[in-house]
């Protein structure tokens, strides 16, 4: 008889969309072929709630979802409360073991007794919830007035986190840095790279007289903001120096278009800079692409793109804090990373320009890929981490 294990997500895992389902799913496509899996997902659509999806091979069950640890002004908004019907599920099943996503789901689960307890945690909140203020203070200073908001929910943040990860058996982060800074909350927590497929083909490293530099993602997420921030403001201006006028292209991609920086440039201004919107098949652009770039410098998320990027043999060129996230990726190893502008303007000409090392780091990022991020491994690190005799 296999094993039971309940796996619980902050939303229903339905289909292979947006990052975390991407995570989620390549989970649990693991854990079924293994285990007995028994899946609980919080949800506000009432089409679900009203009938059992059985897109899966396991046993689904949903329950309500309300906002939750959600800032506002002085407070944060908790209206969940799954405790006990987590609790009848697990009894009625005779369920010993729990993997839950995120702290939504931990925080309704740290109270359950008798169970294995696991918890991964993707960005920490506190971080997200500061970073975004910074960089929409960036764009209107009358949002100042709010700092005092955003000090005070910080600091109920990391006490709900202190509250509800000490009675958590085992903790996992997706970033390395979230590790040390667990660790000063006197939270231990472990680094684990996520399962995550190739979602474009192998890019063929082609010389070109006129280098394309390409940024995607989604447009209006946290990253993306602090990354086009830098490149309208630090990287192009540079880059004219550098190379000239119409001497290069960069290449946009992505949704949310309307709630990014975007929104408020004319890009009409940059001839060099051309907005796709929302691309179905990335190909198209990436087999014209010289090398991703990813000027963002917060050390906050997953870079899921980044890791896109390894898998299919595309040259990135980040800042330096995207290795806190993601410790594989190595200057002139596995990744060109710049510690300021100029220098991440340089990485860019040297991708164009320095064709056996660009093919070293392409083909190191692949290696560190396979060995790290590719599905079938990293949801074995999991595994592997859950079941630990010394845990």
């Not at 089409?47 to 046993?59: A, C, E, H």
């Not at 890009?267 to 919107?277: L, S």
């Not at 340089?346 to 056996?356: G, L, S």
Request: aromatic share 16%.
């Amino acid at each position: 008889m296999k094993k039971r294990i309940c796996v619980i997500t902050d939303y229903p895992v339905l289909k292979k969309t947006g990052a975390s389902l991407k995570i989620y799913y390549e989970y649990l496509k693991y854990f079924k072929d293994k285990y007995e899996v028994f899946c609980i997902s919080f949800t506000s659509e009432k089409k679900i709630l009203d009938k059992n999806y059985n897109g899966y091979n396991f046993k689904q069950f949903f329950l309500p979802y309300e906002d939750h640890l959600i800032p506002n002004k002085f407070s944060l908004i908790c209206k969940m409360n799954n405790k006990k019907s987590i609790e009848n599920i697990l009894k009625k099943f005779k369920i010993t073991t729990i993997v839950g996503f995120d702290i939504v789901v931990a925080s309704q689960i740290y109270k359950i007794e008798n169970v294995k307890k696991i918890i991964w945690l993707g960005d920490l909140r506190f971080q997200t919830n500061f970073y975004n203020f910074i960089f929409n203070l960036k764009s209107d200073l009358k949002l100042l007035r709010h700092f005092l908001y955003n000090f005070y929910q910080n600091f109920l943040f990391k006490q709900k986190y202190q509250e509800i990860l000490k009675s958590i058996d085992r903790i996992v982060v997706s970033s390395k840095s979230s590790e040390k800074i667990l660790k000063k909350m006197r939270i231990n927590s472990k680094f684990l790279p996520y399962p995550w497929p190739r979602i474009f083909s192998k890019v063929k490293i082609k010389k070109v007289k006129k280098p394309n530099f390409l940024f995607f993602g989604n447009l209006a997420g946290l990253g993306s903001k602090s990354a086009l921030y830098m490149l309208f403001k630090k990287i192009y201006p540079l880059l004219i120096k550098k190379m000239g006028n119409d001497n290069f292209s960069i290449s946009l991609v992505g949704h949310s278009s309307e709630n990014s920086y975007l929104s408020k440039i004319d890009i009409n201004k940059f001839p060099e800079m051309k907005y796709y919107g929302f691309v179905e098949n990335l190909n198209k652009i990436t087999s014209k692409s010289s090398a991703v770039i990813f000027p963002g410098n917060i050390p906050v998320g997953n870079r899921c793109r980044l890791v896109s990027c390894m898998a299919s043999k595309m040259p990135i060129v980040a800042d330096k804090s995207a290795k806190e996230g993601n410790p594989f990726l190595i200057d002139g190893y596995s990744a060109y990373l710049s510690n300021s502008s100029f220098d991440f303007v340089n990485k860019m000409i040297m991708t164009v320009t320095d064709y056996e090392l660009k093919d070293k780091i392409v083909n190191n990022a692949l290696r560190l890929y396979r060995e790290n991020y590719f599905p079938v491994i990293a949801a074995k690190k999991l595994d592997r981490f859950v079941y630990e005799k010394n845990s």
